[in-house]
């Protein structure tokens, strides 16, 4: 696993660091709200790695980790809060919750966890003030909306849910300002759509051409750059985001090189 620094001005990536080891078949990773602790889903030996990060992006694995979970876990989030992990299964259709142990990074299931999700349950989001969350459905071709306890942690299926799209639902990522869900396809591309904020339901705002297989996006902690990691064409896209309408560009210099199969971006 390697670590980048991001050009907050252009959004250009500079390896730095030594890469780390996780579990087998690393797929998917995030940084949760606090910055304390990274966890990376391994998805070839159905786990969670922890690690505790410091400083210069050195990192170094909790107690315990790696944390078994599900059967194909393939995406991770937490709650703005950093309270609870939601994890995608792709193999049961469903989003597994676990509460994050304060301080300590330990992983527990929640009461009522998995979650029932769409075909191909790949990526989940969650929306900045906890409220909804969202997860891609690869297989089923949508989108799945739900509501979010902000005490317990547990799903609740909006009206509407799942959302249809055209083609096979990659990953998904909301912006920090909750007002807006970006989701890559296997159609090679990144839409944008409006989130509606007292129902949760989706707009489509825009839509750009991404690298090949566009498996991974993620959003700055300032909502300007979206990320994308395209799995095939090993490299990552970079594309500025309008913070009033939501409409996506790509920025000079993208796509950028990466290493041999990019799958996952995560940023501090």
């Known amino acids: 696993m390697s670590v980048y620094s991001i050009d907050g001005g252009t959004g250009a990536l500079t390896a730095v660091g030594t ?5 087998n078949g690393p797929f998917a990773l995030l940084v949760e709200p606090s910055g304390q602790f990274l966890f990376v889903v391994n998805k070839a030996d159905s786990t969670v790695s922890v690690f505790e990060t410091g400083s210069g992006g050195s990192l170094t694995s909790i107690s315990g980790s790696p944390f078994s979970v599900g059967s194909e876990p393939t995406s991770l989030a937490t709650d703005p809060g950093g309270n609870f992990l939601y994890v995608t299964d792709y193999a049961q259709n469903a989003v597994a919750v676990f509460s994050i142990e304060p301080g300590g990074g330990t992983l527990a299931a929640i009461g009522g966890s998995p979650f029932a999700a769409g075909s191909g349950a790949l990526s989940v989001a969650v929306d900045p003030t906890g409220t ?19 005490g317990t942690g547990a799903l609740g299926a909006l009206s509407g849910s799942p959302l249809a799209l055209g083609s096979q639902a990659e990953s998904v990522a909301v912006d920090p300002a909750g007002k807006f869900l970006l989701v890559s396809t296997s159609a090679n591309d990144l839409s944008s759509l409006a989130i509606t904020p007292a129902s949760g339901a989706l707009t489509a705002v825009s839509t750009v051409a991404t690298g090949t297989f566009p498996l991974n996006v993620v959003i700055n902690p300032q909502g300007t750059f979206a990320f994308v990691a395209d799995e095939n064409s090993a490299d ?10 939501g409409a996506l560009a790509q920025v000079a210099g993208s796509p950028f090189a990466a290493g041999d ?8």
């Not at 890469?19 to 579990?23: A, E, K, N, Q, R």
């Not at 970079?238 to 309408?245: A, C, K, L, Q």
């Open 236 to 245: 990552i896209s970079v594309y500025s985001i309008n913070p009033t309408t």
């Open 19 to 23: 890469p780390v080891g996780t579990g």
């Open 132 to 150: 909804f969350a969202y997860v891609a459905n690869e297989t089923g071709h949508s989108v799945s909306m739900y509501s979010l306890n902000a």
């Open 261 to 268: 199969v990019p799958r996952s971006i995560a940023i501090d």
